[in-house]
């Protein structure tokens, strides 16, 4: 069953730009619009004051009994890496995720699930300025630090600053569907998903030069034209580039290849017409560039680990 509680543990001189990504995501409430509402707490080893790492004060309301009745714990940033967290948030949050609750670490709330065990053997990321860092001190965690979070099932982890935001689109989407998902990023003025193998760090994000400007029209142009024949010397045809050279003015503007783009687009929009389309899977397929109905589930089983019509039966009912 999708999270409905969600608590957040809040160490003192945490990052206030974390923490209110996850209190706008999951405190704010859009439930008249038919959005699903969540139970929204903040957890400290002691209720009170905090002081965030830009020198506001926020009030926590809540201890650490609140975090093991969470159905998601978040973990917001810990940027003192000579202090280790107090055992009672340690096991406080072990708790949780023996109680079933999803656990995110965003940015370098990493730190903390590295404390608690809960990432040893699994793969996980943090900010790219003390990834390297981090993988030190904790090596049986497999630090990734160019990508923007890691799922790893009931434990997932984000890169820092906005990546926050990626991160929790993301679990809206795993657990509500891509139209919850995208309807939560429109009020945010956000694109509603960003792939985590995707950079954190890219270098040309805004167009620079006449030839940018050209490679952001023909993203466009793909994404409102996903059913047709996309190859890369047809999209470097249109932006007046030689296949190479759009290849790699792509990935530097991206962070991805442009295959690996398309993919991920097709089977986003195929999971919104899934979702509010009463469309046959077949022509969902063809309306999204895979062609066949065989094609389009061989890619959702792979990314998504079902079916299409097991992903419909899941979520087609999200927004009702």
Known sequence: MAFRSVAVYVPDGTGALGLG?????FGYDRTSRGLPGFDFATCADRPGP??????????????????????????????????WPSEEALAAIRKAYDNGAIVAGHCMGAFVLACTGLLDGRRATAHWRWADQLAKLFPAVKFEP????????????SAGATAGFDLGLYLLRREFGASVATAIARDLVMPPHRDGGQAQYVAAPVPEDYDD?????VISWARANLDQR??????AARALMSPRSFARRFKAATGTTPHAWLVTQRLHRAEELLETADLTVEEVARRV?????????????RRRGVPPRDYRRAFSAALH
Do not use: N
Request: charge should be negative; glycine fraction near 6%; aromatic fraction near 8%.
């Open 289 to 301: 560039g895979f062609g066949t109905a065989a094609a389009l589930r061989e890619q959702f089983v």
């Open 146 to 157: 160019d990508v923007l979070y890691v799922d790893e099932g009931q434990v997932l982890t």
């Open 230 to 235: 996309l190859s890369v010397e047809r999209l």
């Open 21 to 25: 990504i996850i209190s706008e995501l």
């Open 50 to 83: 905090l002081r965030t790492d830009t020198g506001l004060t926020v009030h926590v309301d809540h201890g650490l009994d609140r975090l093991a009745e969470a159905d998601l714990v978040f973990v917001t940033s810990w940027f003192d890496l000579e202090r």
């Open 213 to 217: 400007e050209r490679l952001s029209e």
